[in-house]
């Protein structure tokens, strides 16, 4: 969700275009899946290509071929491999749908728009997440990001802060919002030249139709998923960020409200759990509106 909003940043600061084709831009993906794809697509995660997302592949190895695993993925990350990770990526082929038809949810997305986001500014991503967002949190500890073995950022996983900073991260969200509104009627020329609140806007909003189509995770009811947050819906419009075994960043701008969660579940995915924590969420939601102001 963080590379999702670094990139729909670059969006807005016109580096980077949605409509714009993959391999266009990243001419060592032009004859993958990813290639006819857009980058809002990849985004969204509607691209459609031949990879599937099943966590019990994890140990599986390397397969060959255009269709890739979850087994392909982890394997890409070993030191010595054969195929590491932006080649993998160069490998996967198309999928079974036209792209942008359903929500399809797929780790290397990410890493594909992380990939053209440094493609797009020029600069290493974890340089520009440090001074795009992470300088400007508050956090109290450094942060971390996993490395590949041939220097490539895992970017769908491999982010490392503590709980208490990510709930700064997200309250820093919050707070991009509120000082977009006093911008607006300071009038222009008052921006503070942080992320713009109406970046964070603009990601609240997704397809709640084509995240059902996905199937997958229809029980999700009025969900959506746009730039990498998946969007829980409702009139306060949260935005939140999930990871396997059960990790969480809810963040309500309506409610002023922020959870952040780091857990280590047994399994990786658990539509029981996703509900729990949706539940959870909005119970907190519910109860915040009495809670005492802060002097």
Do not use: K
Request: hydrophobic share 40%; charged share 20%; with cysteine.
């Amino acid at each position: 969700s963080f590379t999702g909003t670094l990139a729909a940043l670059a969006v807005h600061d016109g580096v980077l275009d949605r409509e714009a084709p993959v391999g266009d831009l990243l001419p060592a993906l032009a004859g993958s899946g990813y290639g006819d794809a857009t980058v809002g697509q990849v985004a969204d995660m509607t691209v459609a290509v031949g990879y599937g997302e099943d966590y019990g592949d994890a140990q599986a190895g390397p397969s060959a071929g255009r269709h890739a695993t979850f087994g392909d993925y982890i394997a890409a990350l070993a030191p010595g491999t054969p195929v590491p990770l932006r080649t993998l990526l160069a490998r996967i082929g198309h999928g079974d749908r036209p792209h942008g038809e359903a929500f399809a949810y797929a780790t290397p997305d990410t890493d594909v728009l992380g990939w053209l986001l440094e493609e797009a500014r020029g600069r290493p991503y974890v340089e520009v997440l440090r001074t795009t967002i992470w300088d400007h949190v508050g956090a109290e500890h450094d942060g971390g990001m996993t490395l590949t073995p041939d220097g490539v950022p895992l970017l769908a996983a491999g982010l490392l802060v503590t709980t208490r900073d990510l709930a700064r991260a997200g309250q820093f969200l919050l707070d991009r919002l509120a000082a977009d509104t006093a911008d607006t009627a300071a009038g222009p020329g008052n921006g503070d030249g942080l992320l713009p609140g109406s970046v964070v806007e603009s990601m609240r909003d997704g397809d709640t139709a084509t995240f059902q189509r996905g199937g997958r995770y229809a029980y999700l009811d009025g969900y959506a998923y746009r730039d990498q947050w998946w969007l829980p819906g409702g009139p306060h419009r949260p935005l939140s960020a999930w990871g396997i075994h059960g990790q969480l960043l809810w963040v309500d701008p309506e409610a002023g409200l922020v959870v952040a969660l780091h857990s280590a579940g047994r399994s990786p995915s658990d539509g029981r759990r996703d509900l729990d924590h949706d539940a959870l969420c909005r119970t907190l939601t519910s109860l915040s509106a009495g809670w005492p102001t802060p002097a």
